[in-house]
């Protein structure tokens, strides 16, 4: 029996008053918390930024993770820049699938084209997760943060 979620189970739901206190206190392990933001600064950026989508992470009822992603009605790209997965969660294939369905998310928005994401380059599993879903390294920006891009040809923005 495989342990990995169908992509149906896995979805995105806003950030409201029955989840973000959860969410702020899902923490990482200390061997990963250099790579991600804390839940509860991006809570608090994302009141601050009106083009910030923070979004729950679930597996059916199970909260199980946090992303937010920036996509302004005024740009064809959209940033993802911040995914985790709760420690006691990872393994499972909620990270690929959640990428999937921010994907799907940002698709239908109809005027994205592009979609980035940055990584500490030291990172493997997020290395492999992006470059499965089609996200190709651009290099480094000037904190020393892998950029990765996905690209989506004219007409296809919206699927």
């Not at 679930?58 to 420690?87: C, H, K, N, T, W």
């Not at 909620?94 to 980035?116: D, K, N, W």
Request: hydrophobic content about 40%.
């Amino acid at each position: 029996m495989s342990t990995e979620p169908a992509q149906a189970e896995v979805r995105l739901a806003p950030v409201d008053d029955t989840n973000r206190t959860a969410i702020a206190a899902m923490v990482l392990g200390e061997s990963q918390a250099h790579f991600v933001a804390s839940n509860a600064d991006s809570l608090a950026e994302a009141e601050e930024d009106a083009d910030a989508r923070p979004r729950a992470v679930l597996a059916g009822d199970q909260l199980v993770g946090f992303l937010m992603y920036d996509a302004s009605e005024s740009e064809s790209e959209a940033r993802i820049y911040r995914l985790m997965i709760a420690p006691g969660e990872q393994g499972k294939g909620y990270g690929r699938a959640v990428v999937q369905a921010a994907l799907s998310e940002i698709r239908a928005l109809g005027h994205i084209r592009e979609v980035s994401i940055c990584y500490d380059p030291g990172n493997e599993a997020a290395r492999r997760l992006y470059r499965t879903a089609g996200f190709q390294e651009k290099g480094l920006d000037e904190d020393g943060e892998m950029i990765a891009r996905l690209v989506w040809p004219a007409g296809e923005a919206r699927r």
